[in-house]
């Protein structure tokens, strides 16, 4: 075998090796933080709801299945402004994403310019998720549904990007919700858009 091509099959197991401790690391790391909320249980809740409601022909059966839905809403927001002031306070070595969409070894580290801080990002989603829980945004049930879950699906996003790469988020969140990348920073509150994209696109 030519040493160069020795040398290339090395580099790439190596950093094969190093992306898949690093992922497990964040992913390890997202999963024990998640564990003590009931957070994914409620967004469920909220989109079964939400298109059950939706797809409800009467007008008071609509307004019933909104109005009791309202509870789940504020019990998801009151869970993950907790979760976000529980990350906030990790390591800042431990919480930084690379803005490239695809994984690189150790960029986050060598690179600390090209990265944002995922504590910054849930912090600016429990904003958004306040906002749209809360009555702060649209008026209307749909409104307010449309947006709250624009501003879930842009923090599931976030999640996988930090355990995976930007490339990868977005394809699971198309396969996922039918909806591009494109599409859920489109839909979500202006401030919430505004922020993001300063922390991501610097």
Known sequence: MEPFLL????????????????????IALLARQLG???IEKHMETLTQGYLRALGEADAQRREQVWALLQSTEQALDAEFSRFAADFARLDGELTRVSRLPLYLPLLTRLLPQATFDMRQALALHAAGIHRAASGAGPA??????FM???ELFLMQHSC???????????ARLLARHQTSYDQV?????????????ALVAR
């Open 148 to 150: 709250l879950s624009a």
């Open 160 to 170: 996988h990007w930090f355990c995976k790469s930007k490339l990868v988020a977005s």
């Open 36 to 38: 003590h909320y009931q």
């Open 7 to 26: 040398l290339m099959i090395l580099v790439a197991t190596a950093a094969w090796w190093h992306k898949a401790q690093d992922q497990g690391r964040r």
């Open 140 to 145: 209307s049930y749909r409104d307010r549904a």
């Open 185 to 197: 920073l489109a839909a979500v509150s202006s401030q919430t858009q505004a922020a993001y994209l």
